[in-house]
Structures are given as structure tokens and as C-alpha cells.
């Protein structure tokens, strides 16, 4: 079970960046998956998630300017960032679990199992 995260880059305030995460290993669309973030000095936190029945969740600061979505066909889950500001400045990281939780605990990094690696996104003010 792999997951790998990419599209992290540095963009201007206001500009736009598209993450990826692939698996290879297992179906995605079987799993929940989340991102997440982890500016310097800060704890890692849930950004948005994706249930396996589409179902979607996003914290409050980046609702309205990020999109998550799936692609079964290409095996990953998207998370399109728009309207960027520096405070998104983070290393982001994508993650899966099988069990579906509630919405009080699915921004939790502790309820996911399976974890890629990170990709910088760097804002630009």
C-alpha cells in the first residue's frame, strides 16, 4: 500500500496549484482519503477529506477556495487550491484509511492509516 503525494510548487497569492495523490497497491476509491498540512512549528492539520461515497469535508479556512475530487479511473484523489494565500504556505500530505468516520473526527491525522509522503507548497506573498 502506497500513496504518493505531488503538484506542491510556489505560486504567487492568488494563484492556483493542483495536488495529486496516486496509490498503487490497493484501490483508492475503496478508502476514505484526507489531506493534510504542516506549516513550520505547527501541528499537522486535516484540510479536506473524501468519503468513498463522494461524500466531502473541509476545514474552515480553505472551504470555498479548495475542491477535492476523485478519479477512479486514474487511481487519485485531487485537491484543487485556489485563491492562495501565504498562510497555505505547508508541506501537505494525503493519507487513506479504510473506515469511514464521522464528520467530529475525519480532519484528525491519528484516524488514518496509510500515509504518503509530502509535497511543499509554497505562497508567495
Known amino acids: 500500500v502506497q500513496l504518493q503525494a505531488s503538484g506542491g510548487g510556489e505560486v504567487p497569492t492568488g494563484g492556483s496549484l493542483r495536488l495529486s495523490c496516486s496509490a498503487s497497491g490497493f484501490t483508492l476509491d475503496w478508502f476514505a482519503v484526507g489531506w493534510f498540512r504542516q506549516a513550520p512549528g505547527k501541528e499537522r492539520e486535516g484540510i479536506s477529506c473524501?468519503?468513498?461515497?463522494?461524500?466531502?469535508l473541509y476545514a474552515d479556512d480553505v472551504k470555498g477556495r479548495f475542491t477535492i475530487s476523485r478519479d477512479p479511473a486514474k487511481n487519485t484523489v485531487y485537491l484543487q487550491m485556489n485563491s492562495l494565500k501565504p498562510e497555505d504556505t505547508a508541506v501537505y500530505y494525503c493519507?487513506?484509511?479504510?473506515?469511514?468516520?464521522?464528520?467530529?473526527?475525519?480532519?484528525?491525522?491519528?484516524?488514518?492509516?496509510?500515509w504518503g509522503q509530502g509535497t511543499l507548497v509554497t505562497v508567495s506573498s
Open positions: 493519507a487513506a484509511d479504510r473506515m469511514q468516520y464521522s464528520d467530529y473526527v475525519r480532519l484528525q491525522p491519528l484516524y488514518y492509516a496509510y
Open positions: 473524501i468519503r468513498k461515497n463522494g461524500d466531502t
